[in-house]
């Protein structure tokens, strides 16, 4: 077998090519042709280099040809002739669209919307879109209380979680008013596609509602839950009654309660009681309730996709989560997403660049 001619290398070259004929992240082709210009370095005839390479002769002598002529630009491919690029820019065209209002008539943009004000496909829309992880479906909520006295109120609420004092019981109180006993067909369904999923009936039968109480012990996460038929002063007192006779009378308790009007205006129950102490959120922000959490468990893990003959079904069912939940129930970590003004007044272009 014929000898073939030493190639020249540049040592900067070496080093370069070396790192990529080892790489495990160049494409394939960088690889290759940098593990050819080496065994062509090495003198090997073009025949074995071909050989070694799983490719033909004619491969080894074009890419060593085009590397003597023009160095590592050589290895690099050449523009192809063909349809040209389409949406060069693209990406600066659907920030800008996003920030911009909507046609009328439409509440939200989504990729075929976009795609047809952009005269190009949803495709390449949704290519945009998920390189840059923005999803037009997924939501986001922000609350900003506009309470004068937020600071003050906020500081004293989350004090009591995160420092209460010495023996002192913190509970935090709410209810979740007209609860539906709804019945209606539930189970399970394949699809066309083969994808076993759950399946409701698409009417249903009201049978009643009934309002719930709640408190919440911040230190245990235990919950003390009661089911009225209304949501009234005098329930909600009642229910307070409830939770207070648990503890001895000198027993320090502090209750965090949100603005509703029954929570309002109890100082004859409060003269009463000289232990209870009423802490109230900031007007807008009942986020800062903790049994608010507890609430949005519950929905899910036993209201969601369940199905009631009548209000007393109802009521069995959320006194037997209550007794479940409370078996393994642990306190709340208290955290909260911070939101800055500066954030919301940001248009789409500003966050992605």
């Known amino acids: 077998m014929r000898k073939s001619p030493k190639i020249e290398v540049k040592p900067k070259d070496f080093a370069i090519l070396t790192k990529r004929s080892k790489s495990r992240t160049e494409p394939k082709q960088v690889v290759d ?50 349809k040209p690029k389409l949406y060069i820019g693209l990406r600066d065209q659907v920030l800008k669209k996003l920030s911009s209002p909507t046609p009328k008539g439409f509440g939200r943009w989504d990729a075929p919307l976009l795609a047809k004000e952009l005269n190009c496909s949803p495709d390449a829309v949704w290519r945009v879109l998920k390189k840059d992880a923005i999803s037009l479906v997924r939501q986001r909520s922000w609350c900003i209380s506009t309470d004068k006295e ?28 007209s609860i ?7 189970g399970y369904i394949q699809t066309s596609d083969g994808k076993t999923q759950r399946a409701y009936k698409s009417t249903y039968k009201r049978n ?15 919950i003390k839950t009661k089911t009225t038929r209304h949501k009234t002063r005098e329930d ?52 800062l309730n903790q049994v608010e959490i507890w609430f949005g468990i519950f929905s ?15 009521k069995e069912q959320i006194e037997a989560y209550v007794a479940n939940y409370n078996k393994e129930c642990r306190p709340f970590k208290w955290r909260k997403r911070e939101v800055k003004g500066s954030q919301l007044k940001n248009n789409i272009e500003n966050l992605r660049n």
């Not at 539906?180 to 539930?186: D, G, N, P, S, V």
């Not at 009643?208 to 235990?222: D, E, K, M, P, Y």
């Not at 899910?300 to 109802?314: H, I, M, P």
């Open 300 to 314: 899910k893990k036993s209201l969601a996709g369940a199905s009631f003959r009548s209000t007393e079904e109802l």
């Open 180 to 186: 539906q006993a709804l019945e209606r067909k539930t």
């Open 236 to 287: 909600f007192i009642e229910y307070m009654d409830e939770v207070v006779k648990e503890y001895q009378e000198d027993q320090e308790i502090h209750v965090i309660l949100d603005n509703y009007s029954t929570h309002k205006k109890n100082e004859e129950w409060l003269a009463l009681h000289p232990n209870v102490h009423f802490h109230f959120t900031p007007t807008s922000a009942s986020w």
């Open 150 to 177: 937020f600071v003050p109120k906020a500081a004293d609420i989350i004090g009591l979680y995160l420092n209460p004092p010495l023996k002192a019981i913190v509970i935090c109180v709410d209810e979740k008013p």
């Open 208 to 222: 009643g509602t009934l309002n719930l109480f709640a408190a919440l012990n911040v230190a245990t996460g235990s």
């Open 33 to 82: 042709r940098a593990k050819i210009i080496l065994l062509c370095y090495e003198g090997k005839p073009v025949g074995k280099i071909a050989e070694m390479m799983h490719t033909y002769p004619n491969k080894i002598i074009e890419w060593r040809e085009r590397y003597t002529k023009e160095g590592l630009e050589g290895l690099l491919d050449k523009p192809r002739s063909g």
